[in-house]
């Protein structure tokens, strides 16, 4: 059936033939003991947090150590009924609401607008979108303050046109949906460019010589044949950017201890929900209410995780080696 | 599912970033084209501007980075005196925030690799026991937002008495579930069958055709993991703020959030005896920044190549 082929790595792998009945006397396969590493890590780091955080969010803490199912669905009652709780999360809905569209809608119509023509142009200005990427975490709010700065921007001609003088016009609490959506743009749409366009190459180039032959334009080719095709794109990006923003915890921390003393805008500590499980297990010490707020961050990210799998068939379990 | 085979010295993931496809369309007309041109370098600019002005930042005064033009360069002796000014915050702490930064990621990517290889080649190659469900979970965990399992993180860790060491942060962050999904895909597909069942034939044992045919073939996956999981660490914000307490453990984005909010660079008008303004933050940002754009810079095809959406193109 198969020719045997000689190599230099298997000519060696030979040679250390009788290593293996010495494995094989250890273990019971091979594979098992390949995988169990990483079986371990799964459970400790992947699906025990959760349970532990399930089993913390029923205990009293009321003697200062944890008495399991003690407290029934109190904790529950206490994160929910929180009165800092339904402004995390009307704060990140109203992020939300700005960013998912701003940023599904803007990447696929720069994805779109780049592969117009495939030449330098297009290949330097996807460098340039995607390099911000390595600005991620602190550094980009550092960043995002220096531009929302009128004194230093290079932006400051367009804050002058709103009569913005100083970096306190600028980060006002009104506004934060907007500097939270613009600092994951800044970061993150380059990624996802390179995503898009990665699919719009895959494209068959005979559909598209097809289509300019039938006499599309630019914009019916891009609208009628290319997005259609991409489109499985588009729900993954819409899917994995909604339950990725809920989660947002850095900017708002970051820019909430940067400002929270300057008195003429106080920025809450709690502004989003993860931002509130925090507060209350480090400024409040209820643990139990923090992780029943955090399991219900984890039910948004599992559902999300579940209906990329289900919706765009991207992630399948598949393939085999035979 | 997964059509079609590659023999693993072929170039996906590797191949040039600017293959053409497609020929240039000349269906966009003169005004079309303008318009495309004016719009994309105006996102140039959105996406461009604000890094030039990063590493310029450090080159000028305070007086200069309010009243020059913005793109100004200011001297190169500029960045001499900020370096000792950052020095002065917390007897030179961000000295230790980088060496904890570099040990935390290339300790987190050893131990992801040394899990991550394995699991996902044995996944591809054999049936090991539990194959379906642990790939399953793979598939749910690897598309869990990271920062949803940070707090119960913090509680499992403090359980076991690991909070404000570094373990707190390299193994959580070693668990790297796409690495595994991402190795079995391209073991599945990659890999020569008839190469393994020759090898077997002539005896090998699975460690060996792992380690002389598995390893050396992995060329292209290993730098698509290193990517992944180095800008991933080393960006790492969330999960090492709650995890370390004392500014000795923290890592550079823990550390960059301390001295942003210790230090009133960004509030000019409160006096302060830390030599500390924005030049001298700025300079902390692209010390941060550098090594990962560096990483950027060369790592776009790994994005383009489908690899992220599960797909392997040829």
Not at chain 1, 273 to 288: D, E, I, K, V
Not at chain 2, 22 to 30: E, H, R
Not at chain 2, 107 to 124: E, K, S, W
Not at chain 2, 130 to 151: D, E, F, H, K
Request: glycine fraction near 8%; include cysteine; hydrophobic fraction near 55%.
């Amino acid at each position: 059936m198969n020719t045997p082929i000689a190599s230099p790595a298997m000519t060696s792998a030979v040679s250390k033939g009788k290593i293996k009945s010495r494995w094989r006397r250890l273990f019971p396969t091979a594979a098992d003991v390949f995988v169990l590493p990483y079986v371990l890590f799964l459970l400790a780091f992947g699906i025990l947090p959760g349970l532990f955080a399930l089993g913390l969010s029923f205990a009293s803490f009321a003697n200062g150590t944890p008495q399991y199912f003690a407290a029934g669905l109190q904790n529950y009652v206490t994160a929910f009924r929180d009165f800092r709780f339904g402004t995390a999360f009307v704060n990140v809905f109203q992020f939300l609401i700005i960013s998912v569209p701003f940023g599904v809608i803007g990447v696929t119509a720069i994805a779109l607008l780049l592969h117009v023509r495939t030449g330098w142009f297009s290949h330097a200005m996807r460098t340039i979108y995607f390099l911000p990427g390595a600005v991620a975490g602190p550094p980009v709010v550092l960043l995002t303050l220096f531009m929302c700065d009128p004194q230093v921007s290079p932006f400051r001609g367009l804050f002058s046109i709103f009569h913005m003088q100083q970096m306190i016009d600028v980060i006002q609490p009104d506004h934060l949906p907007l500097l939270f959506t613009l600092m994951g743009f800044f970061v993150g749409a380059g990624g996802w460019i390179a995503i898009l366009y990665g699919g719009l190459q895959g494209i068959s180039s005979d559909l598209l010589e097809a289509a300019k032959i039938d006499g599309a334009n630019a914009w019916q080719t891009a609208l009628l044949i290319k997005l259609p095709l991409i489109w499985r794109y588009v729900i993954y990006m819409f899917i994995l950017t909604f339950a990725g923003n809920v989660q947002i915890f850095t900017e708002p921390q970051i820019v909430s201890a940067n400002f929270s003393y300057i008195g003429i805008s106080t920025i809450s500590p709690t502004w989003s929900p993860n931002q509130l499980s925090y507060y209350f297990a480090f400024s409040l010490g209820n643990f139990g209410a923090a992780a029943a707020l955090s399991l219900l961050m984890v039910a948004i990210g599992l559902i999300g995780a579940t209906l990329i799998i289900r919706v765009t068939g991207f992630f399948s379990t598949d393939a085999t080696a035979d | 599912m997964l059509r079609g085979t590659l023999s693993a010295s072929s170039s996906w993931w590797t191949r040039p970033w600017y293959r053409r496809p497609v020929k240039a369309s000349k269906t966009i007309g003169p005004v079309g084209t303008l318009v495309r041109f004016f719009a994309l370098l105006l996102l140039g600019i959105f996406f461009g501007l604000p890094l030039v002005w990063l590493i310029l930042a450090p080159t000028k005064t305070d007086v200069q980075l309010t009243q020059n033009f913005p793109l100004s360069v200011g001297s190169l002796a500029k960045i001499g005196e900020d370096w000792p000014n950052l020095l002065s915050f917390d007897n030179g702490v961000i000295v230790q925030w980088s060496i904890n930064s570099v040990l935390y990621a290339v300790a987190t990517l050893i131990l992801a690799l040394a899990v991550v290889l394995p699991a996902g080649y044995a996944l591809a190659t054999s049936r090991p026991k539990g194959r379906n469900i642990i790939l399953s979970l793979t598939l749910v965990t690897m598309l869990l937002p990271i920062s949803a399992l940070v707090l119960p993180l913090f509680l499992e860790m403090n359980l076991v008495q690991l909070v404000n060491t570094p373990w707190s942060v390299i193994l959580p962050t070693a668990f790297f579930p796409f690495g595994v999904y991402l190795a079995f895909i391209y073991y599945a597909v990659s890999l020569p069958k008839d190469l393994l069942a020759a090898a077997r034939i002539d005896g090998a044992n699975e460690w060996q055709l792992f380690w002389n045919i598995g390893l050396p073939l992995s060329r292209p996956l290993l730098g698509l993991l290193v990517f992944l999981n180095f800008t991933a660490t080393w960006n790492n914000y969330f999960l090492p703020f709650v995890m370390l307490q004392d500014t000795s453990v923290y890592n550079l984005p823990v550390g960059l959030q301390a001295l942003i909010a210790g230090t009133t660079a960004l509030h000019p008008g409160t006096s302060t005896n830390i030599p500390i303004h924005r030049a001298e933050l700025a300079l902390a940002g692209v010390i941060m920044v550098l090594p990962v754009a560096i990483v950027f810079l060369f790592s776009q095809r790994f994005v383009t190549s489908g690899a992220l959406t599960g797909s392997i193109k040829d």
